[in-house]
């Protein structure tokens, strides 16, 4: 399979306002919170339609505090062609880790731009079939 980027997926965000970030989304802008993987902290994702477009990390104190801890931590591209992204990236020396999402049928590449900004690649489960991925 060929590797397509498909469209940009969610963008996540890191707020020590998870409440208020939550009714704002929902109130302001119509977005409904809705399910959500069984990650270890705390969160939400608000959704346009079936989806999920905002994601919302809680964290103890405001991440614009110390410039090292930004509020956006990363941004996902749902694309199709796993074997071919892990295949160039590979061939480049470029780093990347695999995930599968808990309850949730995808896997993850995560990766970093030359700016170290943190972008991960999201695909269908079926593409890693075969795939020793945690």
Do not use: C
Request: charged content about 25%; glycine content about 8%; overall charge negative.
């Amino acid at each position: 399979m060929a590797l397509v980027m498909k469209r940009l997926d969610h963008v996540n965000v890191r707020t020590a306002n998870l409440d208020g970030m939550i009714a704002w989304y929902r109130d302001m802008l119509g977005l409904t919170v809705g399910p959500r993987p069984g990650f270890s902290f705390p969160g939400a994702w608000l959704y346009a339609g079936n989806d999920a477009i905002i994601h919302l990390v809680g964290q103890g104190t405001d991440p614009s505090a110390d410039e090292k801890d930004l509020r956006l931590e990363h941004f996902a591209i749902a694309a199709t062609g796993l074997k071919e992204l892990l295949e160039r990236a590979a061939a480049a020396g470029e780093k990347t880790s695999l995930r599968r999402v808990p309850d949730f049928p995808i896997v993850q590449v995560n990766m970093w731009d030359p700016d170290r900004n943190h972008i991960h690649i999201d695909f269908d489960h079926s593409e890693a079939e075969g795939m020793d991925i945690a």
